[in-house]
Each structure stands twice: as structure tokens, then as C-alpha cells.
């Protein structure tokens, strides 16, 4: 075959619009965390399930809501069956319940990392395939489990190593007894959705679209009245107080926000809370509690971490009661936002804590003992597998963000000891036993690990 025969038969590598691979660089601290979180959501008692990513359209259709309803990729498979690529993990696990609710021992407490697929526009932060880790307990309806949900999305953060956050929470059940107080109610559904595009379109649009929606300027202007705070630090308690009376006064959803808020008091984790009446979430199958999360220091990127509490979702499903409520962190999205934030949860990824440099192929088998050696005591180790000269295997180290190397001479062979170097700092450490070198290494790669490079 002719050089330009080969050219013209060679198919131009691409990916769709909205979809992305993901390089070392990324997918390394992507990994850390959802092994991190993974042991996380364990500590709380929390078990893994999965589902599959292809469901019958009519299942995940459900109660998603118009715009959902657009968003959904759906085909015809080779069956002539109407399937479709999950839009959430939430969906998903309501059908899960209802098939399983024999099998499972109630209050359940599920987590699901994995893939959705999402038809919309593609722009920063925003994509049609991207991670979605998810948690959830339901067979409960009180404070307390809406509470742990709170909780451990707060230790989540801490846990993923980010800093300044904010959750934004609001109470669908709250606002549903405003629009009642205002005979709003059966229009609950457009003005949620109309609300929920605040921060898209601003208060003006906003409020113009109310009107429309209502047909009344006076109800329009006390719909922007409750979702809007003159100031933003604004204590949680005020706002509550604020608009349980807009509400008519005092009712069970302002009386479960006041629950909800001790326990939050109680356990040192307030202020990292603040009531947000602007929250509503458009997924129609929230009926409580709804959170949105944002980086103080990219307010405009985008909630990173979403949810609520959805007590009727499984009923599309079955007839048996199965209230729940979780939340969703958007990996993707989120770091994304910390690689634009210059993060070292991202900048530090490696994908070794060590790199055995090859100065002398005859001790190959040399090398392969101590890293397994190294690998016994948990570290990573890389033994450079090419003849090249030692520039070389620096800049291969370099490329991947490894920060240690083992350097060995024919002493260190004799006398079975062996050299390291620091590669970030360039300090040297010689003629360490392989117990010494493990324990330098380990110090250095404790601290990366905190910030997220393992």
C-alpha cells in the first residue's frame, strides 16, 4: 500500500461535541477521589449499587420534567425497543427500589459513582458525558436522615481536600405553602421551573416571565419578593423567619428547617449553610428540602454538588411508600472548576510515588525486588523500562508528576542499599537501607495525599 494510499484510508481521530477523554493528568486525581469518597460514604454505612446505563425511555421519562424530557439521548435498539442512556442516577435507582424493595432492609443507604448522559449545549463545566457521585437513604422522611444527608456532603468537601464552599438550601414544601397562600399552588410546576433560571437569566427576566406565568404583576412581585435576599450573609434563622411568615406562618417544612438547622449548630457545620430561597431545583420529583452547591471563589461556574428530598419519585414505580433524599456531586464539573483555580487537589496528580531509574539493565531484576518490596508497604513504584540515558528517564519522571527517584550504583547493588532523590526539591539521600528509603518517601507522599494527589 502506497504512502498515500495508507493516507487516505487512515480515519481522523475525533470525539463528539460534549464528550471528552480524559488524559493521566486528570483522570489520576478524578480516580482519588472517587476512591476517597468511596470510603467515605462506607464510614457512614453506606453501600455501592449499580445499574445499567441503558433503560426503557418510558422508565427514565418518568417525572423528570420538560426540560429533562429534551435532554434524554433515546433510540431505537436492535430489538425495536425505545431505550435510553440514563439522564441521572436518581431515576435510575426509584426503578431500582421499586424491582428490589424485597431484598433491601429499610432505611436503605445506597452510594453510585458513574456515568450520565445529558443532550444539552456543551460549555465550561458542562458537558453531555460526564461522573456523577451519588448518595442517598430512603425508607425515612424526618430531620434527622435529611440532616445526614447535609452532613455528609460538608465531610465529603473536607474529605475531597476543597475549600471555599457554600450550600445553598432552600424547602420545595415550604414554598409550595407560600404559592398556596398566594393561590398559586396549581401552578407550582411552571413557576418552580421559571424560578430555578434565576441565576441563567437574572431577576428582571425573571420577574417578567412571572408575570406572564401569573397573568398578575402583585403575585409576580411577591414570588420575586420570597426568592430574593437583600443580603446575602443574611442569618439562616432570619431568612426562615422571613419567609415562614410570607408563608402564612409556621407549618411543618418551616418547622423541619428549624430542626434541621440545630442539628447543623450542633455539629459546628452552620456556616457552611446558608437559606437560599432562590432554590428549587427543575427536576419535578423534589418535594422537601433542595440544595445547590457553589465555589465561593467561582460563584458563576455552576452548583458542583445538588439534591433534595423526593418522597414520591419511587411511586411511578410501586404502590409502596419509599420516601428518600440524597444528593449528587458533579466530579466533572468540579474539577473542572479547581483545575481553573489552579487547585493542587488537581495540579499534584502523579502516578507514581516513585520511579526506579534504569542506570544498568543487568540489575533489572534487582530493581523488580525492591519495588515489590515498596509496593508491599503501599507505595507506587515505576520502574523505567527503557536503555536511555539518565536526562532521559528525568524528564519521563517530570512528565509524570513522579517525585521521587531510586537511583542505584554498583555499591548500592553490593551493598544493598540505594539512593534517593527528591526530584521536586533535587535533594539527595545516599546509601539509605530500603526500610529508610520507604519511610522518606512515605513522609513526602502523606502530605500529597491530603491534597488530593493520590
Known amino acids: 500500500m502506497s504512502k498515500e494510499t495508507k493516507a487516505k484510508s487512515i480515519i481522523e481521530p475525533r470525539v463528539l461535541k460534549g464528550f471528552r477523554d480524559f488524559l493521566p493528568s486528570m483522570e489520576i486525581p478524578k480516580?482519588?477521589?472517587t476512591n476517597n469518597l468511596e470510603k467515605h460514604f462506607r464510614s457512614y454505612g453506606f453501600v455501592p449499587i449499580d445499574t445499567p446505563i441503558l433503560e426503557y425511555t418510558e422508565v427514565l421519562l418518568g417525572k423528570g420534567?420538560?426540560?429533562?424530557?429534551k435532554q434524554i439521548f433515546h433510540f431505537k435498539d436492535n430489538g425495536e425497543r425505545d431505550v435510553a442512556l440514563r439522564f441521572d442516577l436518581t431515576v435510575p435507582f426509584a426503578r431500582f427500589l421499586a424491582q428490589h424493595q424485597s431484598e433491601l432492609s429499610l432505611p436503605f443507604k445506597r452510594f453510585h459513582i458513574d456515568k450520565v448522559w445529558r443532550g444539552e449545549n456543551p460549555q465550561k463545566g458542562r458537558y453531555r458525558e460526564f461522573t456523577q457521585c451519588d448518595f442517598d437513604i430512603v425508607g425515612v422522611d424526618n430531620a434527622e436522615a435529611d440532616f445526614e444527608i447535609?452532613?455528609?456532603?460538608?465531610s465529603s468537601f473536607s474529605v475531597m481536600g476543597v475549600q471555599n464552599y457554600q450550600f445553598c438550601i432552600a424547602h420545595r414544601g415550604l414554598f409550595n405553602t407560600f404559592l398556596a397562600h398566594l393561590g398559586l399552588l396549581e401552578m407550582s410546576v411552571?413557576?418552580?421551573?421559571?424560578?430555578?433560571?434565576?441565576?441563567k437569566i437574572g431577576k428582571e427576566e425573571v420577574q417578567k416571565l412571572l408575570h406572564e406565568l401569573t397573568g398578575e404583576g402583585e403575585k409576580a412581585n411577591a414570588i420575586l419578593q420570597y426568592i430574593s435576599k437583600e443580603d446575602e450573609k443574611e442569618p439562616?434563622?432570619?431568612?426562615?423567619?422571613?419567609?415562614?411568615?410570607l408563608a402564612g406562618g409556621e407549618n411543618p417544612h418551616s418547622e423541619r428547617m428549624r430542626t434541621i438547622y440545630s442539628y447543623l449548630h450542633e455539629a459546628g457545620i452552620e456556616e457552611h449553610f446558608t437559606f437560599d430561597p432562590s432554590i428549587t431545583r427543575g427536576l419535578d420529583y423534589y418535594t422537601g428540602i433542595v440544595y445547590e452547591t457553589f465555589l465561593t471563589e467561582l460563584p458563576h461556574f455552576g452548583s458542583v454538588c445538588s439534591g433534595g428530598r423526593y418522597n414520591d419519585l419511587a411511586g411511578l414505580y410501586t404502590k409502596e411508600e419509599l420516601p428518600g433524599v440524597g444528593s449528587s456531586i458533579g466530579l466533572d464539573r468540579l474539577l473542572a472548576a479547581l483545575e481553573e483555580l489552579g487547585s493542587p487537589i488537581v495540579s499534584s496528580a502523579s502516578s507514581a510515588d516513585v520511579a526506579i531509574f534504569n542506570t544498568d539493565v543487568k540489575h533489572f531484576s534487582h530493581?523488580?525486588?525492591?519495588a515489590r518490596v515498596m509496593r508491599k508497604d503501599g507505595l507506587r513504584v515505576a520502574i523505567y523500562l527503557l536503555n536511555k540515558?539518565?536526562?532521559?528517564q528525568y524528564k519521563w519522571a517530570e512528565t509524570n508528576a513522579i517525585p521521587f527517584a531510586v537511583l542505584l550504583s554498583e555499591d548500592d547493588v553490593?551493598?544493598?542499599t540505594l539512593t534517593v532523590k527528591n526530584l521536586r526539591t533535587r535533594e539527595v539521600h545516599n546509601a539509605l537501607s530500603i526500610e529508610a528509603a520507604i519511610a522518606l518517601i512515605r513522609k513526602s507522599t502523606r502530605r500529597l495525599t491530603t491534597l488530593g494527589g493520590r
Open 389 to 392: 540515558k539518565i536526562g532521559v
Open 31 to 33: 480516580k482519588a477521589i
Open 236 to 245: 439562616f434563622l432570619t431568612t426562615l423567619d422571613r419567609l415562614t411568615a
Open 65 to 69: 420534567g420538560g426540560e429533562t424530557d
Open 414 to 416: 553490593l551493598s544493598s
Open 367 to 370: 530493581y523488580d525486588r525492591i
Open 150 to 154: 447535609l452532613s455528609m456532603m460538608d
Open 190 to 199: 411552571e413557576i418552580l421551573r421559571t424560578v430555578d433560571k434565576l441565576r
